[in-house]
């Protein structure tokens, strides 16, 4: 079944702007991974943050994890047209379950 | 970053026909390999996950008889879609954790486009 949910479906920025999306699941987890997609390509893995940490910064990318709410946060700042992709949640109860994600558009 | 390869990027086959993928761990062992599907503009859909020199765990209503898979090293994991069909056509993803138990990275592999005729 899938456990994280991602929100917005669709997200259309223009460039240099922040592009914020939020993932929710339903069960404990050990760690959260958020992923990127370039439509018709494999997954590339973001960034992996564990069930006690709160934030994790890499690059331009922010992840904020809230296991009180069961929800976390990826946070893209002054974003560049090849940040277009999908992005997707995904936890690891040892296997990955994904949500649907979040498509971005980034405009020039 | 660990890198995983997987091959074909896309193959064209018959219908009733077997096609095989192939997903390598390049610069890492793997005992754990899953296997996804994707359909487009839709989220992965786990199918299996492979376990060297064990058999493989299906996910509810995949066909093991059909999608046939094998790990018989740390570094590779092959997925074969027997007696293929039009409806089998579709976007399979391998994935490798790094390391073993939960926790751990999980690498993503380019993909492979499968189209039946």
């Known amino acids: 079944s899938q456990q994280g949910e991602e929100d917005p479906q669709a997200l259309s920025i223009q460039e240099g702007e922040n592009a914020t999306m939020n993932c929710s699941y339903k069960t404990s987890i050990n760690n959260l991974q958020w992923y990127r997609q370039n439509s018709g390509r494999g997954l590339v893995h973001l960034i992996l943050i564990r069930s006690n940490e709160r934030e994790k910064h890499s690059g331009r990318l922010r992840v904020t994890l809230d296991t009180s709410k069961k929800s976390s946060s990826l946070l893209i700042t002054a974003s560049r047209a090849a940040d277009t992709a999908s992005y997707f949640c995904a936890t690891n109860d040892y296997k990955l379950s994904f949500g649907a994600g979040t498509t971005v558009t980034v405009r020039a | 970053g660990a890198v995983v390869s997987q091959h074909p990027s896309w193959v064209i086959c018959k219908s009733g026909t077997s096609v095989k993928i192939e997903c390598r761990s390049l610069d890492f062992q793997a005992t754990t390999m899953f296997w996804y599907r994707q359909f487009p503009k839709q989220s992965l859909m786990l199918m299996a996950t492979?376990?060297?020199?064990?058999?493989?765990?299906?996910e509810q209503g995949v066909e093991k008889d059909k999608f046939l898979i094998n790990h018989a090293s740390l570094t590779l994991s092959t997925l074969t879609v027997t007696s293929a069909h039009p409806e089998d056509s579709s976007f399979y993803i391998c994935s490798a954790m790094q390391g073993a138990g939960s926790g751990n990275t999980i690498y993503f592999g380019e993909g492979s486009w499968l189209t039946v005729v």
């Open positions: 492979s376990n060297e020199g064990s058999k493989a765990t299906y």
